[in-house]
């Protein structure tokens, strides 16, 4: 299977997954020739740099734990007076439920799979902190796709 049927392959699984979550499927933000600047961040794992968007910054907190390349990078999401929650999991050289590609890097394949957390809301969610939630949850995507333009980067 080509790498661009992988990738639609995990495209169409985190639709379902966000599905099943009660979220909206929308379109990826992606910016416009107007607004490069300052649209993502960079978060450094020692091998490799994932960009998430800046939007999320100060509702996103990222938990890094590493043993050289093995381990995990956990997006946790809160939105006003609710708890935090486990967006998604992006782990390296271990077993994740949905593959996402190989990256390789000092001459060593790092493969990278997710794990899709399920959101939780209950009565005291707005339709748009609900909206808001699910989209910080599929800016997965947006991850993905910056390191599908890495020449080191094979999707499945």
Known sequence: MTAKKMLGFFVAVMMLLTALTGCTVTKTNVPDSEETTNIDYDIDIGF?????????KDAVRINQEFDGTI?????YGS?????EQLL???CFNQDG??????LVSDGQ???????MNELEFDESWSQEEKDNFC?????INYITGYLE???DFTAY
Do not use: R
């Open 48 to 56: 490799a740099v994932l960009k998430f968007p800046t939007k999320w």
């Open 71 to 75: 381990g995990v990078v956990e997006f």
């Open 79 to 83: 939105i006003g007076n609710h708890a």
């Open 88 to 90: 998604f999991t992006l």
């Open 97 to 102: 439920e949905i593959p996402v590609g190989t």
């Open 109 to 115: 394949n790092i493969i990278i799979s997710a794990d």
């Open 135 to 139: 989209a910080m949850q599929e800016d």
């Open 149 to 151: 333009n890495n020449p």
